[in-house]
């Protein structure tokens, strides 16, 4: 039998192949460093994300495979209660430090999340009304995307954002990276939150529970790679669920509001909370019944979201998390890895192609639909083994 240790290693050198693979999507008109070195190993590795396309596509299937292969196995040993929440620890820790120093190679978000910061901090101006067209002498804006639009988000955002950009120090990489670990900081609060939160309403499967969002490949390339900020969203939220219900709900309330001041996705936790403080106690709500209505609305408001804008695969982070804090169902664990496979292999078309306009549109929500109706067809299959 295959130790615990070289499985652990073998996961590990995935995530390393994960963190140089990468770099192969550096954008062409970015230079991290000025060293000739350092130029030289950028260049190579963008030779292959830029001017070998098939190849590059190729390695990042091997490695989005590798990772589901891993995670289901990960799941295996937490259901079987075979996983030590201590390895559990171990992994998340050692993944968070690696992809910490990764490209951010599926997104432009983050740049987008500096140069807002930036606009306050270096140009003293508000980005609520200034976008980053409006500073056309800015190098950042070679390597940018977006750049018509205007601030987004909620202040709350900008809030913690603006002590990050102050360190900097007007230096992009240093920039760059603390703003990495600000979004690392916020996945391994998350992670933490969703396993004290099962320990309160799920003891028996806070390490399964733990482990199903931990090492979803979806939220390790979203949140660890690329960076989004609903990582911030999502980790005010569960502070919110957790101090709920274990210790004020009024202070639990105003924490999901401080969430939905980064992002308005998670406001949808306020129904559920204002139902359990009507005065007729048999509207109450057990924790059950709450997390399955936040799931839901969450859903809702994905859905919602697909009919004003394109669906991206970070969305699925809104609703993550609150199915983590359900007792497992192996329905609901089946959907999830085909929807989390489904929205990651979209990639494959950019970096193929290089674009997804015409009828890449087509076939990228093809390649999306296939793993999602492949695992509904799976779960169904499954109807006769052992309920989990």
């Given amino acids: 039998m295959i130790s615990g240790k070289i499985i652990s290693y073998a996961f590990i050198f995935v995530i390393i192949s994960l ?23 950028q260049k190579s590795f963008q030779q292959l994300g830029y001017f070998n396309r098939p190849l590059s596509t190729a390695i990042y299937l091997l490695i989005i ?46 740049f987008n999340y500096i140069f807002d910061a930036k606009i306050i901090t270096e140009y003293g101006q508000n980005p609520y009304f200034h976008k980053a067209l409006d500073y056309p002498q ?136 204002v139902i359990n403080l009507l005065p007729i106690k048999r509207y109450h709500l057990n924790s059950d019944h709450f997390i399955w209505i936040s799931v839901t609305l969450s859903v809702l408001g994905i859905f919602y979201s697909m009919t004003k804008l394109e669906i991206q695969p970070w969305y699925f982070l809104w609703v993550l998390p609150f199915v983590a804090l359900l007792k497992p169902n192996k329905y609901v664990i089946s959907l999830i890895v085909g929807v989390s496979l489904g929205l990651l292999i979209r990639y494959c078309v950019v970096l193929y192609y290089g674009n997804w306009d015409g009828f890449l549109v087509t076939v990228r929500n093809v390649l ?21």
Wanted: hydrophobic share 55%.
């Fill in 138 to 273: 800015d190098p950042m804006l070679s390597f940018m995307r977006w750049t018509h639009r205007l601030y987004p988000y909620g202040p709350i955002w900008l809030i913690l954002t603006l002590p990050v950009s102050l360190a900097g120090l007007k230096v992009f990489a240093i920039t760059y990276f603390l703003f990495k670990f600000l979004a690392t900081g916020f996945y391994l609060g998350s992670v933490y939150l969703i396993y004290k939160i099962n320990q309160k309403i799920n003891p028996g499967y806070a390490i399964f529970n733990t482990a199903f969002f931990a090492f979803n490949p979806l939220v390790i390339i979203e949140t660890l790679v690329s960076s989004h900020n609903d990582i911030a969203m999502v980790f005010f939220a569960l502070l919110g669920i957790y101090l709920y219900f274990v210790k004020s709900k009024i202070l639990g309330i105003g924490l999901v509001i401080i969430s939905a001041l980064i992002k308005i996705p998670s406001a949808v936790l306020l129904f559920p909370m």
């Fill in 19 to 41: 963190f140089l693979y990468s770099f192969t999507q550096v954008d062409l008109s970015l230079t991290f460093s000025q060293a000739s070195i350092l130029q030289s190993v």
């Fill in 65 to 110: 495979f590798a990772l589901f292969i891993y995670f289901v196995y990960f799941l295996s040993l937490a259901y079987r209660k075979k996983l030590d929440i201590k390895l559990v620890r171990n992994l998340v820790v050692l993944i968070s430090v690696i992809l910490s120093f990764s490209y951010i190679a599926f997104s432009y978000d983050l």
């Fill in 368 to 388: 999306t639909v296939i793993p999602i109706l492949a695992s509904i067809i799976i779960a169904f299959c499954l109807k006769g083994v052992k309920k989990i």
